[in-house]
């Protein structure tokens, strides 16, 4: 069926980096942009950045700019984010999710697919 | 602090209609791009709820609907079931900061 699939949870120690994977499954991953969004226990929603995966451009939000690098494999349908210089703060369920390239890029029909989440915990 | 601004709790009894505000600014909400809305269930992954300001993903129930005016959005719960019980997060683009904003999400207790 059509999902997002995630990799494993993760712990690092602070100043490593992390790299989360998502894979796209029963859908073409070139049809729709991949965004990240991660949330800190009890806390809400942050967007960290998107990624077309036509050329592979990004953007990224300000507070993740110099430590966030998004990429994917269209070969494979996968999607990826790495988040490096990592701090306890960073400790967090990581997500992906899609909107369509159809929509254009002001996600018109909202984030419509997410990825079981991925959780990243920064400890020494 | 949230770009965009809902209240932490909102509660109704079975049955009951409750609505979720969420506040926004000219640079998000007010510039036209769109208010969604998702629902996380307690241990999962947020569900797109509402997209484009009011209209449902094919098999959402018809119970839930939104409306936005100016730099305000609002979602609207009608019937509350025991199900509902979630967090609502609302979402839309802000052209400042170029890139998507969330609320700080609202705890849904139906009572």
């Known amino acids: 069926q059509v999902q997002l699939v995630q990799s494993g949870a993760e712990v690092k120690k602070p100043g490593a980096s992390v790299k989360v994977s998502c894979r796209a499954s029963?859908?073409?991953?070139?049809?729709?942009?991949m965004h990240w969004v991660r949330q800190a226990p009890g806390q809400g929603l942050e967007w960290m950045g998107i990624?077309?995966?036509?050329?592979?451009?990004?953007t990224y939000a300000r507070q993740f700019q110099g430590r966030v690098t998004m990429t994917r494999d269209t070969a494979t349908g996968t999607g990826y984010v790495e988040l490096s210089s990592l701090r306890s703060e960073d400790t967090a369920i990581y997500y992906c999710?899609?909107?369509?390239?159809?929509?254009?890029?002001?996600?018109?029909?909202?984030?419509?697919?997410w990825g079981q989440g991925t959780l990243v915990t920064v400890s020494s | 602090q949230s770009v965009l601004t809902q209240p932490p709790s909102v509660s109704g009894a079975p049955g009951q209609r409750v609505t979720i505000s969420c506040t926004g600014s000219?640079?998000?909400?007010?510039?036209?791009?769109?208010v969604h809305w998702y629902q996380q269930l307690p241990g999962t992954a947020p569900k797109l709820l509402i997209y484009?300001?009011?209209n449902r993903p094919s098999g959402v129930p018809d119970r839930f609907s939104a409306s936005n005016s100016g730099t305000s959005a609002s979602l609207a719960i009608t019937g509350l079931q025991a199900e509902d019980e979630a967090d609502f997060y609302c979402?839309?683009?802000?052209?400042?900061?170029?890139?998507?904003?969330f609320g700080g999400g609202t705890k849904l207790t139906v009572l």
């Open positions: 484009d300001d009011n």
């Open positions: 979402q839309s683009y802000d052209t400042s900061l170029s890139g998507w904003v």
């Open positions: 999710a899609r909107s369509p390239l159809s929509s254009g890029w002001f996600a018109l029909v909202g984030f419509d697919l």
């Open positions: 029963g859908y073409t991953l070139s049809n729709y942009y």
């Open positions: 990624i077309n995966p036509n050329g592979g451009s990004t």
């Open positions: 000219s640079s998000n909400i007010g510039a036209g791009y769109g």
